[in-house]
């Protein structure tokens, strides 16, 4: 067990949030006495870890061969390598969301894969459908999550493992061969990209954005979780865009480059910027399904 008192407010629903795949994810699920576990593959093996919060402070129960590595990275986990206050709002918008949310702040979990696989599923497909693969493949090839953990949590599989995935078995959960294929090219350099993990993020995205089919959208998703990357905005999306320029803007038909220029006064923090958008509830009626862009030009 380790317990760390974070030196603010803290909402551990804000900070976590990010790392659940839908409410099927078998890695995560939080439970009705606010719990929160997570499954995962780390450099030591597999672990479950259980966050809770008693008043100022944070607790985790860990169990498996990742046990301790969990345990030492809980505070980063919960951000506490984040600086929150490095965020100058410049729009009443931002100001007001930050006032209502101060218990955000940027998870860093210190692993790259188990952020890249379902980013890469997430490519070019609702998010619904994203999730239904990553929950069919991760509960069919994974291992059950060590520990108490809740019902049918496991662990993510391993890099040799999705690489013997046959064929028809990605078919049958709904991934294509092209984004298949981009996990298979991944998992083969898995170690090097796991690297990554220790370089500065825009350093990262510059490594994962070097196996084919991996570009700007999936490494930002990425490295926004691996690293907790303030600044890491994602281009590319389908609807973020158009969701920054109707808050920032009223423009409602905003592209990659205007949200990029509606951003620039956040520079080295747009990232925040956009999740406090995301969660101040301005957004338009959506034009079209939930589906991003996804690298599309790189595959």
């Known amino acids: 067990m380790r317990s760390w008192v974070p030196d603010g407010p803290l909402d551990l629903g804000l900070v976590l949030g990010p790392l659940r795949r839908g409410t099927g994810d078998p890695t995560f699920r939080t439970l009705p006495d606010g719990s929160a576990w997570r499954a995962s593959l780390t450099p030591a093996g597999p672990g479950t870890l259980r966050v ?20 030492e990275r809980l505070p980063e986990l919960c951000g506490s390598a984040d600086d929150p206050d490095a965020f100058v709002p410049r729009h009443r918008l931002l100001a007001h969301t930050r ?41 069919k090839y994974g291992e059950p999550a ?7 949590m496991h662990v993510m599989p391993p890099p040799r493992t999705w690489a013997l995935i046959p064929s028809w078995e990605w078919h049958r959960a709904g991934v294509d061969n092209k984004r298949a294929s981009t996990v298979l090219r991944a998992v083969r350099v898995a170690a090097r990209l796991e690297e990554a993990v220790r370089m500065p993020p825009a350093a990262a995205r510059e490594r994962l954005e070097l196996v084919s089919g991996i570009g700007p959208w999936t490494s930002a998703e990425t490295v926004q979780r691996s690293h907790g990357a303030p600044d890491e905005v994602t281009v590319g999306d ?28 956040y520079a080295g923090q747009r990232h ?20 991003p862009h996804g690298d599309i030009g790189r595959l």
């Open 146 to 152: 060590p520990g108490p953990a809740p019902e049918r």
């Open 52 to 71: 809770t919060r008693r008043g100022e402070e944070v607790r985790g129960e860990a169990w498996g061969p990742g046990a301790d590595w969990l345990l």
């Open 99 to 139: 006032h209502r949310r101060p218990g955000l702040r940027l998870t860093r979990t210190g692993l790259v894969l188990e952020s890249l696989i379902p980013s890469i599923l997430e490519q070019k497909v609702t998010t619904g459908e994203a999730y239904r693969a990553w929950r069919l493949l991760v509960r």
């Open 272 to 291: 925040r910027a956009a999740r406090l958008i995301l969660l101040s509830g301005r957004i338009p009626e959506r034009r079209a399904p939930r589906m």
């Open 238 to 265: 389908l609807h973020l865009p158009g969701i920054v320029g109707w808050a920032l803007a009223g423009d409602r038909y905003a592209d990659d480059a205007a949200m990029l220029e509606l951003l620039e006064p």
